[in-house]
């Protein structure tokens, strides 16, 4: 009988790998549930599960369980006095996940909660009934607030004082943020250096939020223009040509306009991701929902975040160099931020 005989291998590896992706599962409802609720914009004093049950108006037990686990997850720590635990925000979470914190990442993270939706419809999407497909002029405009976000907390300072070493931006008047989004760069390349003129290329419908912006942070000295890099003129005579993650920065063509744009002796500084191979599972997971959804007006490539025409990281590097340019650098992003994506580089490149 079938029964009374195990079959020939263990379902242990199975089954734990179910238990640990399902945890994970039920790790991010709990932060979307936390963030809905505006928990942590409660814990940043010492409050007992009771004083946040009644203050939220959620069950008691489950509260007491959620407050546990995020101090597992090292969100919260707590002390007991008397038989009562009291829990308070860890400072990661003050900076990170409070609504009034300037740094944030409450829209990223909503964007996280939206991409499992579409992994919930994976079959509908392998059936190509339901690819999302935008253009790119609704795109884009959506997609700049979430890296607004993201690179405030993090990236942007470390690349703004690493650029800011050059002598060449310090002797810059003008500069262009090509592909800016929402300017962020060009906001702080003018802070930094008051004598700079920075102007943002996006598509029109992106330079109205790129406007936002520069209002919001009473910007001076960040101008914008309107076009598309692949048929429009992008200015002449700059110093300094900034490019981060847009899809024009591996591209041949792209190059070459940036290159007859600059000043003799101008720098291009180019942060994309080169991805050389693809490696495991992460990798996967990122070109699958890379591949989920179209964009009209984007020549997407098979793997995430490269476009059809593009260079890899050395062929890019030799035609630079084959269009006059000197390579000054290029600097791994995980090495400058501590941690992230290992095929993220930034190119500094000098005509
Ligand atoms: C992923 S966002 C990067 C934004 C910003 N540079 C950053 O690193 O956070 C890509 C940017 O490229 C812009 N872009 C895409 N295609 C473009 C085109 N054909 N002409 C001009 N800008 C374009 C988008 O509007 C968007 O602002």
Redesign the pocket.
């Known amino acids: 009988m079938f029964f009374l005989r195990s079959p020939e291998e263990s379902p242990e590896k199975l089954l734990n790998f179910i238990d640990e992706s399902y945890s994970k599962v039920r790790i991010l409802c709990l932060l979307k549930t936390a963030v809905h609720l505006d928990l942590f914009d409660f814990l940043e004093n010492f409050k007992s599960a009771q004083e946040l049950s009644s203050r939220l108006e959620i069950d008691l037990t489950l509260t007491e369980y959620l407050l546990k686990v995020f101090r597992e997850l090292d969100l919260l720590e707590d002390k007991i006095e008397g038989n009562t635990n009291y829990y308070k925000n860890k400072e990661v979470t003050n900076i990170y996940l409070k609504k009034n914190s300037e740094y944030n990442i409450i829209n990223s993270l909503q964007y996280y909660f939206d991409d499992v939706k579409s992994w919930e419809n994976l079959e509908s999407i392998l059936k190509n009934q339901q690819g999302f497909h935008s253009d790119?002029h609704t795109f884009?405009p959506e997609?700049?607030n979430r890296?607004a976000d993201e690179?405030k907390c993090w990236e942007l300072p470390k690349i703004l004082n690493e650029i800011s070493k050059y002598k060449e931006f310090k002797n810059a008047r003008k500069l262009l943020d090509l592909?800016?989004?929402?300017g962020l760069?060009a906001i702080g390349f003018s802070m930094l250096n008051q004598d700079i003129k920075s102007y943002v290329?996006?598509?029109i419908p992106?330079i109205k939020q790129t406007d936002k912006f520069i209002k919001k942070y009473k910007a001076k000295n960040v101008f914008t223009i309107a076009?598309?890099?692949?048929n429009d003129d992008i200015g002449m005579d700059y110093d300094v040509i900034f490019a981060?993650?847009?899809?024009?920065g591996k591209n041949p063509q792209i190059a070459k306009k940036v290159y007859a744009a600059l000043r003799k002796g101008g720098l291009f500084v180019d942060k994309q991701f080169f991805l050389k191979k693809e490696n495991g599972l992460d990798d996967y997971l990122n070109n699958m929902e890379w591949n989920f959804s179209k964009t009209k007006g984007l020549k997407k490539g098979m793997v995430r975040f490269t476009f059809k025409g593009d260079l890899d990281l050395d062929s890019y590097l030799k035609y630079l160099k084959e269009l006059g340019f000197e390579i000054l650098d290029t600097v791994s992003i995980q090495q400058l931020l501590g941690f992230g994506c290992p095929s993220a580089k930034m190119i500094i490149a000098k005509k």
Do not use: E, K, R
């Not at 592909?179 to 929402?182: D, I, R, Y």
């Not at 076009?227 to 692949?230: A, C, E, I, L, R």
């Open positions: 790119i884009f997609v700049i890296m690179c592909a800016g989004g929402h760069y290329f996006d598509l992106v076009g598309d890099f692949y981060s993650y847009n899809p024009g």
